[in-house]
């Protein structure tokens, strides 16, 4: 990318996030996603900087003595011949210098177990904080996000997590005001379950956002058919619970029990959620479900589509789509399949919504779920475009440059992929598709190959730097 390019489209980001401050887009993203296969891959590469103004690192695991562990070595890391995702991700920010990007330790597979021996212990919170701080100044996040799900909950502590989780944010915010980092956290949304796991007042105090998962109402867990996040009440609902299985009945709720509309960033899934019938002739919501929903070709997960596995599948296949007027959702059925989503329309729709109630912004799980490649649209990531431009007057999003001259000097960037730097050969370099580069080392005593895209042993390396020729 050329400097000046590069510098306009970095001023053109600060201006508007100078204009449209006060709303957050925060962007999960599922690291994992790197493996999928065919049009499902996602890597650093695919993500736009510009979209976002929070990026979240998904995921990073707990130690039982509050310690923070790597869990995909190879995929995070350098050492060992690896990917480099972390530090990809943070250099995102030469990119774009006004986004921020986030650690998020823990999600649903980690459990809630560790975080409940974490949180009893001051001596395993005084780690956690101390491990956080260190983590996030060698590798570069500006903060971290607590993805303990949930307090209470899970095989965690029913008697003790809600204080405790309660005491650990305070604890841990006063230590990153020092230090001059974030602290947010990912927390459940539905009155039952939030009341069981937070004392609202003092998390919001403590958290300088709140990450609402507005989503999962209804899943492979359930013996019927529902939507993912239905904005309203489902009327025909059996029981008061069921009732709380929407996005406003949630937001209303945090609202009540004290949350400022400032902190709370409400989630918005680029995934559905997905089912067998248990009579393919009945497919009405709440219509009887046999199990989770066949499985994604990039996802691989019985029960969930993301919004690119969808829309693909509608382009080739004979979806019948539905749309529900009272809960204001949309789900499509194919034979005995049923899908509940969010599209463009849904989106939009919960983005004014969020406007109206004034609140902090808009969380997304996750961006590898949109169709990053534009496959379905006129242009990539409409989900996300959606998003943006509905927070900010229609305003389409910076993009970065490609950078395709034959003119470049041999070890700039004139196209994707990975090259050996020539004048080092234990040094190389990665070109993302917007034209940006990353220079890593092998570890000592190793060469970069160019021919298998690893470190190996120099005598396997054909590699004689350039300068031997000066």
């Given amino acids: 990318m050329e400097p000046k390019s590069l510098l306009v489209l970095s001023l053109l980001a600060l201006f508007i996030n100078i204009v449209f401050a006060d709303k957050k887009i925060v962007c999960y993203v599922g690291t994992w996603a790197v493996y999928r296969p ?138 990153f005001d020092r230090e001059g980092l974030l602290l947010s956290a990912a927390v459940a949304s539905v009155e039952f379950s939030a009341a069981k796991s937070y004392d609202i007042p003092r998390v919001s105090a403590s958290l300088h956002f709140i990450n609402v998962m507005t989503y999962d109402m209804y899943g492979a867990w359930d013996n019927h058919c529902g939507l993912n996040a239905p904005m309203y009440e489902w009327s025909t609902g059996t029981n008061v619970t069921e009732k709380q299985l929407n996005v406003n009945a949630s937001i209303h709720y945090w609202l009540s029990q004290g949350a400022p509309k400032e902190k709370l960033v409400m989630g918005i899934p680029l995934y559905g959620r997905s089912f067998t019938l248990a009579n393919a002739g009945n497919n009405f919501i709440g219509a009887p479900a046999s199990g989770p929903g066949i499985a994604g070709p990039y996802s691989r997960e019985l029960g969930v589509m993301g919004y690119n596995e969808l829309c693909e599948a ?99 960037c004139s196209e994707e992929g990975m090259f050996p730097d020539p004048e080092a050969c234990e040094k190389y370099y990665i070109c993302t598709a917007h034209g940006n580069r990353h220079d890593f080392t092998c570890p000592s005593g190793l060469h970069f190959d160019p021919v298998h895209k690893v470190c190996n042993w120099p005598e396997l390396v054909n590699c004689v730097p350039t300068f031997y020729y000066r």
Wanted: proline letters at 3%; aromatic letters at 12%.
């Fill in 38 to 175: 065919g049009l499902g891959r996602f890597d650093i590469e695919n993500i736009n900087p510009f979209l976002c103004t929070h990026l979240i690192y998904g995921f990073f695991g707990i130690n039982e003595d509050g310690s923070i562990r790597i869990i995909d070595p190879y995929l995070d890391l350098e050492e060992n011949w690896g990917r480099g995702h972390v530090k990809r991700f943070n250099a995102l920010k030469s990119v774009n210098p006004s986004l921020k990007t986030m650690a998020a330790v823990g999600g649903w597979n980690e459990g809630s177990r560790k975080f409940s021996l974490v949180a009893a212990s001051s001596t395993g919170r005084r780690r956690f904080i101390e491990d956080s701080i260190s983590f996030c100044k060698k590798h570069n996040f500006d903060g971290v996000d607590l993805d303990w799900e949930y307090p209470g909950q899970r095989d965690g502590n029913e008697a003790i997590d809600k204080e405790n989780h309660a005491v650990w944010l305070q604890e841990i915010r006063s230590a």
């Fill in 314 to 412: 509608m382009l080739t296949q004979q979806w019948q789509i539905h749309f529900d007027d009272e809960q204001f959702g949309f789900y499509a059925t194919k034979g005995n399949q049923w899908v509940g989503y969010d599209n463009p329309t849904t989106v939009a729709a919960k983005v004014r919504y969020l406007m109206e109630l004034d609140l902090g912004g808009v969380m997304v799980w996750s961006l590898e779920t949109d169709d990053f490649r534009g496959v379905c649209n006129e242009g990539t990531n409409v989900l996300m475009n959606t998003i943006y431009e509905n927070l900010h007057n229609g305003l389409e999003p910076p993009t970065t440059i490609s950078t395709t001259s034959a003119t470049k000097e041999p070890n700039q």
